[in-house]
């Protein structure tokens, strides 16, 4: 009778194995239930780099983009967006895009170097790349200060200088407290100050060479908000018109999708960038969750299965 009580199995023992075994197949369910819904959802996250419809406050729009391969590619060398700011860039240095009117095709630039009626300080040399697809806007005025008077610009035979309605301009510009930033006082005599005209002087492909220029810095007027004869209330600068024909069916099918137009592959060919970091040669439809509605439903139903497993086993453990 004792042997037999020795050598059957421990009940307690047989109870702990059960218990460890049911432990670890039930460890190994729970972690399949909770992982596998979360495969579902990386494909309607956002993946970095994808193209956005805002820079900061400013609205994107094709032919721009926010980043390379977003919008036109004849676009994204001379405009990103970097830090919530949008820039344009050219061979003389990056500026702020202060805003874009999509129904005129133009935008407005600011080089935080420029002269102001509150500000005035040597200034960089502008240029704008011939082969860009921006010019100037005819009503931009610009003038050069602090000039030498040998400057080119004085040559009375080459006739770079407004020497009418600029004088005025001129005037108002040296009358700011701003020119004791170049070593004027208020006031001063207008002698050094020439205001080019735009429709000779300035358009796609032409550069303000102020060393060669010999002037110690530029201002931009593209407008005088209503009063111009108030200094500080003009509109500094510099606004420059965009070619509008690079919009086509392919873009349009595109953002009718829910997809941003840009670029891909060393040849820059057109690509519709979902906004599921996904790819697309034609557009979105079936390939960005986020627009056909079924998003949801993809995650809630693993989500729901594997919740009621769950429910079930800890049920059944206990």
């Known amino acids: 009778m004792m042997q037999s009580d020795i050598n059957s199995p421990c009940p307690l023992s047989m109870l702990l194995h059960m218990r460890s075994w049911h432990w ?8 399949l239930f909770l992982i596998y ?3 579902a959802i990386p494909s ?3 993946l970095n780099g994808t ?3 805002k820079c900061g406050s400013i609205p994107i729009s094709f032919p721009f983009g926010s980043g390379f391969g977003c919008g036109h590619p004849d676009f994204s060398r001379y405009i990103n967006c970097s830090s919530g700011i949008l820039q344009f860039s050219t061979g003389t240095g990056s500026y702020t895009i202060s805003s874009i009117d999509y129904a005129s095709n133009t935008l407005v630039i600011a080089d935080p170097l420029m002269s102001t009626c509150s500000s005035m300080q040597n200034s960089g040399s502008f240029t704008l790349d011939r082969a860009s697809p921006f010019s100037i806007m005819p009503n931009n005025i610009f003038v050069l200060v602090g000039c030498s008077t040998t400057s080119p610009v004085f040559d009375r035979n080459a006739d770079f200088c407004d020497t009418g309605s600029g004088l005025n301009v001129c005037r108002g510009l040296y009358s700011c407290k701003g020119v004791t930033g170049i070593g004027l006082e208020p006031n001063a005599p207008i002698s050094t100050c020439c205001v ?3 429709a000779t002087s300035l ?3 032409y550069g303000l060479d102020l060393p060669k220029l010999q002037c110690s810095s530029y201002s931009a007027i593209y407008g005088f908000g209503g009063n111009e004869g108030d200094p500080m209330k003009w509109q500094y600068g510099i606004s420059l018109q965009y070619n509008d024909s690079y919009y086509s069916n392919s873009c349009k099918n595109c953002e009718d999708s829910g997809g941003f137009c840009g670029f891909s592959g060393s040849d820059e060919s057109f690509a519709c960038k979902c906004r599921n970091g996904v790819n697309s040669t034609i557009n979105c439809y079936g390939r960005g969750y986020g627009w056909s509605g079924t998003s949801r439903h993809k995650i809630q139903t693993p989500l729901t ?3 009621f497993l769950l429910s079930w086993m800890i049920i059944a453990f206990f």
């Open 51 to 53: 193209c956005h419809d």
């Open 196 to 198: 080019y005209d735009p």
């Open 44 to 46: 309607i996250i956002p």
């Open 24 to 31: 670890l197949l039930t460890h190994n369910l729970i972690t």
């Open 305 to 307: 299965i594997g919740g």
């Open 203 to 205: 358009s796609s492909g």
């Open 37 to 39: 819904p979360l495969l």
